[in-house]
């Protein structure tokens, strides 16, 4: 057996309300025998979990007949715990292996489960050997893959066959997942059709295909509307006219999972990528520029295409900076990406996870997930010049406001934080939201949200109520509304919803007062187990082994980073800060009963180099790198019994 390898530990029971994937059956450990199982613990408004999935997938296809990945849905979000909406979101996230519904998170605490994602490697003889959290893990654990294949095929313990996944029936229809859309000037929409990796034009009727720019398949290729290739597309803007010429594209395209910005010639419908890669921009990575193996600098400004790029969500035309705001969700970011001059440069954003106005530089960001230009109501108003951002996993709207220099101040209108969420109005200051994924600006300068996981529009009127604004609902009863359209005319005000969930585009007509109601539907906490921890001394240690065959990646600096902070700020008298070991001793503060602690791990492998004639490392050979990382925000109730210790496994 592998050193690296867990103590031998029984793996526990998959136990949950149901399961998807497996045309009705339940499935047990005892149904897995003599097979290499990894179990991603997920929840599907992660953004990291999304690229777990994808790391996943060319794994899960190499090795169908010895592997079984197990999906353990155990929702952040109320509206997670529907089943119908994990169904929904197992179809459009194309997942093709058994998903457990955990509602109640009972095998995620069999598993003690401290963040999504977490993955668990089980042994063919239903021993856990190893776990981790976060993603960039997919070289380590198809090492691991292959040395328990190996090793269980030797002593005739693996089984090799089909599993118990069981596909579900296809589904048809012109939309499929709609993400986002856009008017165009013909009076037709350019809608992301999200599900059908394409675009696909619609009559104002918002019914009638037009025609579909993209080939249908998963993929990254450039070329005409046929051949073309999207994957799970989101955000489109409208190039200005005065660019159109110059640029030689129409519309500016989010590939979201393609990490990449791609143009649209809406003459021709050929479509070329602009920005990125194709490769995910890994936080502390040494490959994120190409060509370079420095670091990223976030002062930098970058060609657009030799930066990798990480699940941009919404794009945005902002004329005072001159550039497209991207809203970079994959990492917690803003960026610009210049069109004339074919650059890209981090806008705002630290690639924390969390709520945190001010400057730019500092602050931070949840998946934002929409943008949209504010209207300029009075001509001694910078209104036009802000931005109104929808921060999807802080449940927040927020607005960004450029300055001369080109950088930006950033302040929160609607919102509390990560784990406080609901349905709530009134005052803005303490209204609830749920997920939103979309914005758009009214004529009077107020703000409707698509609030996603509320199936519901509200509106944010600034000028209402107070120095805060005031918050209402505008409909209800939408299948995850995840952008809308703004149509006014002069007698009236309508707004286009997509509606994600049910694979359409729906008008809604504004109240005559357009002030909407006020209804309150509670707040609402992540429901995660807070961890019982001693005041005083408490020792933090994340785990890291490098996969078989890899090391510890030194050449370029330290290979691991821990950084700490806390919610309140006043919850850490010590141990707070960033650091190079994966392990430190923190203070807790008596007087503070419960709170979040915030720990991000990184820790950088490489292939193992093999050994020339001389016995030295071989210098034709370039070893592969790795970068693992995650972000925990640990919830604690600081008591005299809690524990001394804390152990979050990066890879153990």
Known sequence: MSSSRLPRVRASELVG??????????????????????????????????????????????????????????PKFAHEADPDALAAAVERYEVHHPVLDDPELVTWGAYTARAWPTLVVVDP????????????HASAIEAIVEELVAEHDAQGTLHRGDGPYVPPAPTSGTLRFPAKAVALPSGNLLVADAGHHALAELAPDGET?????????????????????????????????????????????????????????????RVRTVAGTGAQFMVGGQENVVGSTDA???????????????????????????????????????????????????????????????????????QPSGLAPAVMVSTDSTDGDALWLADAETSALRRVVPADDGSVVVSTAVGQGLFDFGHRDGAAGEALLQHPLGVASLPDGSVVVADTYNG???????????????????ATGLAEPSDVLVEASDDAVHLLVVESAAHRLTRVALPADVAGQVLDGGAQRVARPATEVAPGELRLDVPFVPAPGQKLDDRWGPSTELRVSATPPELLLGGAGDGVDLGRVLVLNPDV??????????????????????GEPDPDVFPACHLAQQDWGVPVRVTPDGDATLSLPLRG
């Open 17 to 74: 309300r149901g399961w998807l994937n497996t045309g009705g059956r339940d499935v047990t450990l005892a149904d897995l025998r003599g097979k290499v199982v990894v179990i991603d613990f997920w929840t599907f408004c992660c953004v990291n979990c999304l690229h777990v999935l994808d790391e996943l997938r060319e794994l899960e296809e190499r090795h169908r007949d010895e592997l079984v990945i197990v999906g353990v849905h155990s």
């Open 125 to 136: 003889e239903g021993y856990v050997v190893a776990q981790m959290a976060g993603e960039g």
């Open 209 to 269: 295909l037009v025609r579909r720019i993209g080939s249908g398949e998963r993929g990254l290729v450039d070329g005409g509307p046929d051949d073309a290739r999207f994957s799970e597309p989101n955000g489109l803007c409208r190039v200005p006219d005065e660019l159109r010429p110059a640029l030689g594209y129409d519309v500016l395209v989010a590939d979201t999972v393609n990490h990449a910005l791609r143009g649209v010639d809406l003459a021709t419908g």
């Open 296 to 366: 990223f600098d976030p002062a930098a400004t970058y060609p657009a295409t030799s930066v990798r790029l990480s699940s941009p969500w919404d794009v945005a035309w902002s004329p005072r900076l001159g550039a497209f705001v991207v809203a970079m969700a994959g990492n917690h970011t803003l960026w610009t990406f210049d069109p004339l001059e074919a650059t890209v440069t981090l806008l705002a954003g630290t690639m924390n996870e969390g709520l945190e106005d001010g400057p730019g530089a500092g602050a931070w960001f949840a």
């Open 456 to 474: 519901a529009l509200r509106r944010y009127d600034p000028a209402a109520g107070g120095s805060s604004g005031t918050v209402t609902t505008l």
């Open 593 to 614: 009963a419960e709170g979040v602690l915030h720990v991000t791990a990184k820790a950088a492998s490489c292939d193992a180099v093999p050994l020339g004639p001389d």
